[in-house]
């Protein structure tokens, strides 16, 4: 069953399937997929891998973008709110450009991961739960 949890964990972290998909794919009920997925926290872990740095600095600055296009297609000036986001999300691109995201940190250490796994699957299975108290804990260092 370890091996099962495992590629489960894997098909739902790095694909868009369902709990139900999975479920389907290696035979185990759904609820015992529910039941994983939540106590190895699966969805958090997808969001990771998805979320990262140049994704929302693109969306900052195809927002940024649109903010001007409005302005300029309604012939005025920016508005001081306009300027103050456009100054926030400035800073928050530099922010990000300057740290590691929730994102980078969690690639790294699911590539070491699954590097350990093909030696020691005990090590790594200790990995992976001191991993998810980690990314936790510098997920919420990294909140503004």
């Given at each position: 069953?370890?091996?099962?949890?495992?590629?489960?964990?894997?098909?739902?972290?790095?694909?868009?399937?369902?709990?139900?998909?999975?479920?389907?794919?290696?035979?185990?009920?759904?609820?015992?997929?529910?039941?994983?997925?939540?106590?190895?926290?699966?969805?958090?872990?997808?969001?990771?891998?998805?979320?990262?740095?140049?994704?929302?600095?693109?969306?900052?600055?195809?927002?940024?973008?649109?903010?001007?296009?409005?302005?300029?297609?309604?012939?005025?000036q920016l508005?001081?709110?306009?300027?103050?986001?456009?100054?926030?999300?400035?800073?928050?691109?530099?922010?990000?450009?300057?740290?590691?995201?929730?994102?980078?940190?969690?690639?790294?250490?699911?590539?070491?991961?699954?590097?350990?796994?093909?030696?020691?699957?005990?090590?790594?299975?200790?990995?992976?739960?001191?991993?998810?108290?980690?990314l936790n804990?510098?997920?919420?260092?990294?909140?503004?």
């Amino acid at each position: 069953m370890k091996k099962e949890r495992l590629l489960a964990a894997s098909l739902y972290i790095n694909s868009t399937l369902t709990q139900e998909e999975v479920a389907g794919i290696i035979n185990v009920p759904v609820k015992t997929i529910a039941r994983w997925a939540l106590a190895d926290k699966w969805k958090l872990q997808r969001i990771a891998r998805q979320v990262t740095a140049d994704k929302i600095i693109a969306n900052y600055y195809t927002i940024i973008a649109d903010i001007q296009a409005q302005a300029l297609d309604e012939n005025r000036q920016l508005t001081p709110m306009e300027v103050n986001n456009l100054h926030k999300m400035a800073a928050s691109i530099d922010k990000l450009n300057s740290k590691l995201s929730i994102g980078n940190y969690y690639k790294i250490l699911n590539e070491f991961a699954s590097e350990l796994m093909q030696y020691d699957i005990e090590a790594a299975k200790i990995l992976g739960k001191h991993m998810m108290e980690f990314l936790n804990r510098k997920g919420k260092q990294l909140e503004p």
